[in-house]
């Protein structure tokens, strides 16, 4: 406990010399809450770390205190572990916040709060309570109803087609929106963005900021000031498939190996590792964040970077072992019927037992998940 005290205050570790309202305690406690949890020891000098401990009388009154700022005052409660320790003699509380299950959690005016270095604050713009809800599992970027979207925004032949062929039965148009809502596609007559994603028949309206910007570089630098080819691939989540796998695969040396010589040769880096990686991160990308999916083809390598960091507590390794986590729960539901998806978390699994040159990098600072490809040396 002295070595974390004598590191001060950080994102998750808190000192209070002493406490005595619980409306702001109960505001450290929903900024915990809807960060990654923490500590608050109580009894120590947040200045200087000096151990300054409390008296008996202190120690009940505060315990009593901050079950009643975590009951009472933050909604939806916190349930908080507290703990007496000694310290050269002097005693300590250490109250500890688990990271919250039901995000976001506020206290008893409906404020809410994050955890900002060892301090907090206020949250108040709409995208970062969006991400909060989908932290929490109350929301996901994918169900946003499109305000600007109509019924007549989706592609009425492509979802006939795919509902006849998946249901056997007939699709009538004026049943339209009842099986929108039914399948999660949207309601009120609009679209949310996974409809439009998956059957919208005008992407660069609905959904402007969700398609592929696919570059072709003559080097393997980023910086370089021209680049041998450039797309930006647009679409339904099918259409940016397929046109971003051409993409990938036009750009790539074809090898003989044991082929005869009028063979049209095999693909440097196996075609499944083009697929399995692609349709990942159309699949499982941040929503909540407006930008593209891009990739890059170098000399020496091909990235494929996907906005949002992974989901939850997945890490790298995870998904390395085949463990998924979707954020995406609707797409990835439809995704076997339109996409080349099994959606059995193996595919990852597949592509490194295929390759096994990919290296995955989970920028949480950056909010971007990317996966490199090396190519083999010519």
């Known amino acids: 406990m002295l070595d974390l005290i004598s ?43 000096s151990v300054t401990g409390l008296s008996f009388e202190d120690l009940q009154r505060i315990q009593n205190l ?23 003699g002097k005693k300590v509380i250490v109250a500890t916040i688990p990271e919250g299950t039901d995000k976001p959690h506020t206290d008893k005016d409906g404020l809410i709060f994050l955890k900002n270095g ?18 929490g599992g109350n929301m996901y970027a994918e169900e946003h109803l499109i305000q600007k979207s109509a019924l007549d925004d989706l592609d009425w032949d492509k979802f006939r087609n795919f509902f006849e062929k998946k249901y ?67 679409g339904t989540l099918d259409d940016q498939y397929r046109k971003g796998y051409d993409f990938i695969l036009s750009k790539l040396d074809k090898l003989q190996g044991d082929q005869p010589f009028n063979s049209l040769g095999n693909s440097e880096i196996p075609e499944i590792v083009i697929t399995e990686l692609l349709i990942n991160a159309l699949v499982h990308r941040d929503y909540y964040i407006n930008d593209s999916i891009k990739i890059f083809i170098f ?16 890490t790298s390794e995870m998904i390395r072992k085949g463990v998924r986590k979707s954020r995406n729960n609707i797409l990835v539901s439809f995704a076997p019927d339109l996409l ?24 949480t600072e950056a909010e971007q ?10």
Request: proline content about 3%.
């Open 168 to 234: 056997r039965e007939e699709c009538k148009i004026d049943e339209l929106e009842k099986h929108i809502q039914n399948l999660d596609l949207g309601r009120d007559s609009k679209l949310n963005i996974a409809g439009a994603l998956l059957f919208g028949k005008n992407s660069q309206r609905l959904t402007p900021a969700f398609f592929i910007a696919a570059a072709w570089f003559w080097g393997n630098d980023i910086t370089e000031q021209q680049y041998r080819s450039s797309e930006n691939i647009i």
């Open 369 to 378: 998940f990317k996966v490199t490809i090396f190519r083999k040396p010519r």
């Open 340 to 363: 080349e998806y099994r959606g059995f978390g193996s595919g990852i699994v597949r592509a490194l037992q295929a390759y096994p040159q990919i290296e995955f990098l989970n920028d």
């Open 66 to 88: 901050l079950s009643t700022a975590a009951n009472d005052h933050v909604k939806s409660p916190i349930v908080i572990t507290t703990e007496v320790v000694d310290i050269s």
């Open 299 to 314: 000399q020496n390598r091909i990235e494929i970077i996907s906005p949002g960091k992974l989901p939850n507590s997945l």
């Open 118 to 135: 060892a301090d907090k604050r206020k949250v108040t713009s709409k995208s970062e309570l969006s991400r909060l809800l989908q932290s």
């Open 7 to 49: 590191g001060g205050e950080t994102t998750t570790f808190q000192l209070k010399e002493n406490i005595t309202n619980a409306v702001s305690t109960a505001q450290e406690i929903v900024a915990f809450a809807n960060s990654k949890g923490g500590k608050i020891v109580i009894g120590v000098n947040d200045k200087s770390g």
